[in-house]
């Protein structure tokens, strides 16, 4: 049974810092690997999508790696802003698209 | 292009009433997911339509929950009798290709 579990579960840090978010997965028979962005009492946007044959995916201040082997993933956030607080979500997903979701890191970037 | 559209956003019901959920997915999205998050919980996959058929329900809770997709367009999804435990926030996500899921806003349901 697939599980994800998300490390810290709660981070706050001064603006301007680079932080890392950490996931883990156990099975690592994966179709690809979602972060997704969840701000209070709204849905969740996607941020990065990887694919199961890929290493990372970048999108501006943010690059998500995997490694499927290991069963891991990190999201690395660079020169974090007060805009950035939300809840981040790593998700895996089934051939199905089913995903199956880590608990969440919540991040506090203070100005 | 319309995102996914959740209605309602909110829901205060007492314990025993019956609620139903709505969602309407992106157009031309053959396959809509629903999800729900619990406080304290991760979010939880609840059933998997393609187009009117139930591909997956393997997460529905118990038979208190009843989720349709009548001519593959919008799904409902009706809790009864809703129980205290049932509180949380529902989601629900479509896609075209299995793999990328748009997801909606949410509709939080809260049972008093």
């Known amino acids: 049974k697939q599980e994800v579990t998300q490390i810290p579960a709660a981070l706050s840090v001064p603006e301007g810092e680079n932080l890392v978010l950490n996931c883990s997965f156990t099975?690592?028979?994966?179709?690809?690997l979602q972060w997704f962005r969840q701000d209070p009492g709204k849905g969740l946007t996607s941020l990065l999508l990887?694919?199961?044959?890929?290493r990372e995916q970048t999108s501006g201040r943010l690059n998500a790696s995997l490694d499927k082997s290991s069963g891991r993933s990190t999201l690395y956030i660079a020169a974090s802003q007060p805009g950035d607080s939300a809840t981040y979500l790593c998700?895996?997903?089934?051939?199905?698209?089913?995903?199956?979701f880590g608990q969440g890191t919540t991040l506090q970037v203070k100005p | 292009e319309a995102g996914v559209t959740q209605f309602p956003s909110h829901s205060v019901i007492e314990k025993g009433q019956t609620v139903t959920l709505r969602c309407d997915p992106i157009?031309?999205?053959?396959?809509l997911y629903w999800y729900r998050r619990v406080m304290g919980k991760e979010i939880k996959f609840l059933l998997h339509?393609?187009?009117?058929?139930?591909?997956?329900e393997s997460g529905m809770p118990n038979n208190r929950f009843l989720a349709e997709r009548t001519g593959g367009t919008y799904s409902t999804l009706k809790v009864q009798p809703a129980e205290l435990e049932d509180s949380g926030v529902y989601f629900c996500?479509?896609?075209?290709?299995?793999?990328?899921?748009?997801f909606g806003q949410g509709t939080r349901l809260t049972v008093v």
């Open positions: 157009s031309g999205h053959d396959n």
């Open positions: 996500a479509s896609s075209q290709v299995p793999q990328e899921a748009f």
């Open positions: 998700a895996v997903t089934a051939n199905t698209g089913k995903l199956i």
């Open positions: 099975d690592s028979a994966i179709y690809n």
């Open positions: 990887i694919q199961s044959s890929q």
């Open positions: 339509f393609v187009k009117e058929s139930k591909q997956d």
